[in-house]
């Protein structure tokens, strides 16, 4: 079936959705160095030239980010990834310069940042889904980091919620950069509508 990604992404139905594209994991004092490494060298850049763009065009951009408490509370255990983050000598602890989106983004008036303390995408534990719904949104564009765990999560999340997503695949990334390339391949091509950046800079003009 083809798609008219013009009118999946007209500005009025579309948001950019960007996943912890903050500081403290892909700033350069960032809690996974490997992950912002390979994050800083294409899906940065890319996701500042998607973002702008969707601001131009007048697209919603919300900015999903994680934090957790010095203590855990109310953070999950329940996974090797929990614990790794938690041990590591960056705190994601909220207040924190850790928790806000990178400058190379940044904030625009227009944008809603959206904070989580628990769960593995940005749809748990935060009120995207009700946003997005109050704001009329029926199509998200994904970016941000990571293809590993919160990308995938975020594309199956919101299929199942029942958003069309766009996944424009270099402002996406994860470790190794050839696993996440695997994924995007042969498991989120099946749910989402794979693109690029210059494809949805152009539609937007």
Not at 182 to 196: C, E, G, K, R
């Amino acid at each position: 079936m083809s798609v008219d990604l013009a009118e999946l992404v007209s500005p009025w139905r579309t948001a950019v959705v960007t996943s912890e594209m903050q500081n403290g994991v892909i700033g350069e004092q960032a809690a996974l160095p490997e992950l912002a490494a390979v994050a800083r060298a294409g899906a940065l850049p890319a996701t500042v030239r998607l973002v702008e763009a969707a601001r131009r065009a007048g697209v919603e951009v919300v900015h999903a980010v994680f934090e957790r408490r010095p203590d855990g509370k109310g953070s999950n255990t329940n996974a090797r990834l929990f614990h790794a983050v938690a041990g590591r000598e960056v705190k994601l602890a909220p207040g924190t310069p850790a928790v806000e989106v990178v400058p190379e983004i940044g904030v625009a008036p227009t944008d809603i940042v959206l904070r989580r303390r628990h769960g593995i995408g940005p749809m748990g534990g935060t009120d995207l889904d009700p946003v997005l719904r109050n704001l009329g949104v029926t199509t998200i564009v994904g970016a941000g980091v990571s293809v590993n765990v919160a990308i995938t999560n975020l594309v199956m999340d919101a299929v199942n919620l029942g958003y069309n997503v766009v996944l424009p695949r270099d402002a996406v990334c994860g470790v190794p950069a050839d696993y996440a390339e695997a994924v995007i391949d042969n498991t989120l091509s099946l749910l989402a509508t794979v693109t690029t950046v210059d494809e949805l800079v152009e539609v937007w003009k």
